[in-house]
C-alpha cells in the first residue's frame, strides 16, 4: 500500500485563522462523550469538544496543542475541528494556567453560595488542559 | 459681496478642513485593508460552520427544540451593530433606518446594541436598551461574541423574548454595503427543508451525543459565530463608509475652495478698478 493510502486530510480551523491543515495517521482529542482517537475510514461523525489536548501524529512526528471548546467533523478521509479556542504550547502562558487553576479550584472548594459551578469546572478543565500541553 | 478679508478667511478654514478629511480618509483606508483581510481569513471558518449546521439540521427536522421552534414571548432582541464614532455617512444612520422603519413594535423590541452611534439613537427614539458593549467594535474578539452570544442566549431560555435578530451592514466590497437583518434565533425552518434535499445524496452523518444534545451544543457556537462575524464585516463596512465619506469630503471641499479663489481674485481685481477710478477721478477734479 502506498504510503499515502492510510492518511488523512486534517483541517484545524479557528475564527481568525487557519490552525493547522496537513495530511496525518491519527488524530487524538476529546469530546464530551470522553477520549477519541480517529484513523483514517472512520465513520461520518460529528462530535462535540471538550477541554483537553489535542494531539496530531504525523508518522513520527507528534504534535500537541491545547484545545478548549468547538466541534469536530469526522468523514472517512479528513477531519475538520472547528476550534474556537485551541493554543500552541508556545502560546500559552503556564503562569496564568497555574493561576487560573488554583482559582478555579478554590472556588470549587469553597463552594459558596451564588458559585457557578459549571463555569468553575470548566475553567479548572481549560487550566489543567494548558499545563499538560506544556508539559 | 463679501470682503476680500471674509472671502480670505473662509478659504483658508475650507483649506484645514480639507486637510483633515483627508488625513481621515487615508487613516481609514488602511483600517480597511487589515478589517478586510480579517474578514477574509475568518471566511473558512463560517462557511464550514454554516455547512454543518444546515446539514445537522437537516437531520434533525423532526426535532422540537426552542432553539428551532421559537418562544413564546412576544419580545424580540435586537443586537445592533454600529460604530462608535460618526462622519461615516450613512452608515449608522441606515442601521437605525432598519430598526425603526422595519414592521417592529417599538414595544416588544429589547435592543443589545454595540456601538454609541446606534445606540443614542434609538435612546433618543425611546427604544428600550437593555444592554450596550460599545468597546467591542474597536476590536472584534472572539472571546466577546461568545460572552455576548451567551448572555443572549441565557436570556432567551429564560422566555425573555421569543426571536433574536442581527443587525448588522454586510460588507459586499469596498463601496457596496448593505444593511442586513438576520434572524439568529429560532433557525428559520424554510432553509431547513430545502437543505434537506441538496443533503439527501450524502453519507449519513452520525451525531456524538445524540442530535438533540448535539444541537443543544452546537447552536450556541453557531449564533456565536454568526455574531462574529457581523462583527468583522461590520467594522470592515464602517471603514468603508468612511473612506468614501471622506473622499466625497475633500473633493467638495477642493471645489469650494476654487470657486472661492475665484472670488477672491474677482474682488481683489474689483478693489484694484476702484481705486485707480477713485485717482483718476480726484485727479480730474484739481485739474
Not at chain 1, 25 to 36: I, L
Not at chain 1, 44 to 49: E, G
Request: charge should be negative; glycine fraction near 6%; proline fraction near 3%.
Amino acid at each position: 500500500m502506498a504510503e499515502n493510502d492510510n492518511k488523512l486530510k486534517l483541517k484545524i480551523i479557528t475564527p481568525d485563522r487557519i490552525f493547522y491543515e496537513d495530511e496525518v495517521s491519527m488524530v487524538e482529542f476529546n469530546t464530551v462523550e470522553g477520549e477519541v482517537g480517529i484513523y483514517k475510514q472512520h465513520i461520518p461523525m460529528t462530535m462535540i469538544i471538550a477541554p483537553g489536548i489535542l494531539t496530531i501524529t504525523r508518522d513520527d512526528e507528534v504534535k500537541e496543542a491545547a484545545l478548549h471548546a468547538g466541534f469536530a467533523e469526522v468523514l472517512q478521509d479528513r477531519v475538520t475541528i472547528l476550534a474556537e479556542i485551541i493554543e500552541w504550547p508556545a502560546e500559552i502562558d503556564l503562569d496564568r494556567a497555574q493561576e487560573a487553576k488554583e482559582r478555579a479550584e478554590s472556588r470549587i472548594r469553597d463552594n459558596a453560595p451564588g458559585t457557578d459551578m459549571k463555569r468553575a469546572e470548566l475553567s479548572l478543565k481549560r487550566a489543567v488542559a494548558r499545563i499538560n500541553a506544556v508539559k | 459681496m463679501a470682503s476680500m478679508r471674509d472671502i480670505k478667511r473662509r478659504r483658508g478654514s475650507i483649506q484645514s478642513t480639507q486637510q483633515i478629511t483627508k488625513a481621515m480618509k487615508l487613516v481609514s483606508t488602511v483600517k480597511l485593508q487589515r478589517a478586510k483581510q480579517r474578514a477574509e481569513q475568518s471566511k473558512a471558518y463560517f462557511n464550514c460552520m454554516y455547512e454543518t449546521v444546515t446539514s445537522m439540521l437537516a437531520k434533525a427536522g423532526n426535532i422540537n427544540h426552542p432553539y428551532l421552534s421559537g418562544g413564546e414571548s412576544e419580545k424580540k432582541a435586537v443586537i445592533v451593530i454600529t460604530s462608535n464614532r460618526g462622519l461615516a455617512g450613512g452608515y449608522n444612520s441606515n442601521i437605525v433606518k432598519l430598526i425603526t422603519q422595519g414592521d417592529f413594535k417599538k414595544e416588544d423590541l429589547r435592543i443589545y446594541a454595540i456601538g454609541k452611534k446606534g445606540r443614542d439613537a434609538l435612546y433618543r427614539y425611546g427604544y428600550e436598551i437593555v444592554e450596550e458593549d460599545s468597546g467591542i467594535i474597536e476590536e472584534p474578539l472572539y472571546i466577546d461574541a461568545m460572552a455576548l452570544s451567551k448572555r443572549i442566549l441565557e436570556a432567551y431560555s429564560n422566555g425573555e423574548f421569543g426571536e433574536i435578530y442581527l443587525a448588522y451592514t454586510g460588507f459586499k466590497n469596498t463601496v457596496v454595503h448593505e444593511p442586513t437583518l438576520l434572524k439568529l434565533l429560532p433557525v428559520e425552518p424554510e432553509k431547513k427543508e430545502e437543505k434537506a434535499e441538496d443533503k439527501a445524496g450524502n453519507a449519513l452523518m452520525n451525531f456524538e451525543p445524540e442530535d438533540d444534545e448535539a444541537l443543544e451544543l452546537i447552536i450556541p457556537k453557531y449564533v456565536t459565530s454568526l455574531i462574529y462575524g457581523g462583527l468583522i464585516e461590520a467594522v470592515a463596512s464602517e471603514n468603508g463608509a468612511r473612506m468614501q465619506a471622506m473622499d466625497s469630503a475633500t473633493s467638495n471641499a477642493e471645489e469650494m475652495i476654487d470657486h472661492l479663489s475665484l472670488m477672491y481674485n474677482r474682488a481683489r481685481q474689483g478693489s484694484i478698478t476702484q481705486e485707480l477710478t477713485e485717482i483718476i477721478a480726484g485727479a480730474n477734479a484739481i485739474s
